[in-house]
Nanobody, 122 residues
């Protein structure tokens, strides 16, 4: 069974750091790409960071220079290192996988995780 499980969220003060993890299992394909997205209740989901199968990355302008996406293929885990956190980063963060082709923020993603909450206080 294909599954994505996020962890690492929590509450932190502005300027702090968190590292989110997304543990993947049951992937039937190689060459996939993955991304991190976030959503605040009442607002549209926002793409945060993407990593393609060639390890190229893409970031939302709002997180460039502060967030880093990476993956450990041996551990089947995707990460999001978040530094210099701001209150506006508060959201539910989800990881997602796209089986074929490169990832863009508006691409169709095949599987989504349940999410992990990040709360940043001022």
């Amino acid at each position: 069974q294909v599954q994505l499980v996020e962890s690492g969220g929590g509450s932190v003060q502005a300027g702090g750091s968190l590292r989110l993890s997304c543990a993947a299992s049951g992937f039937p394909y190689s060459g996939y790409c993955m991304g991190w997205f976030r959503q605040v209740p009442g607002k549209e989901r926002e793409g945060v960071a993407i990593i393609n199968s060639d390890s190229s990355t893409r970031y939302a302008d709002s997180v460039k220079g502060r967030f880093t996406i990476s993956k450990d293929n041996a551990k089947n885990t995707l990460y999001l290192q978040m530094n210099s956190l701001k209150p506006e980063d508060t959201a539910m963060y989800h990881c997602a996988v796209r089986w074929h082709g490169d990832c863009f923020f508006n691409s169709f993603y095949n599987i989504w995780g349940q999410g992990t909450q990040v709360t940043v206080s001022s």
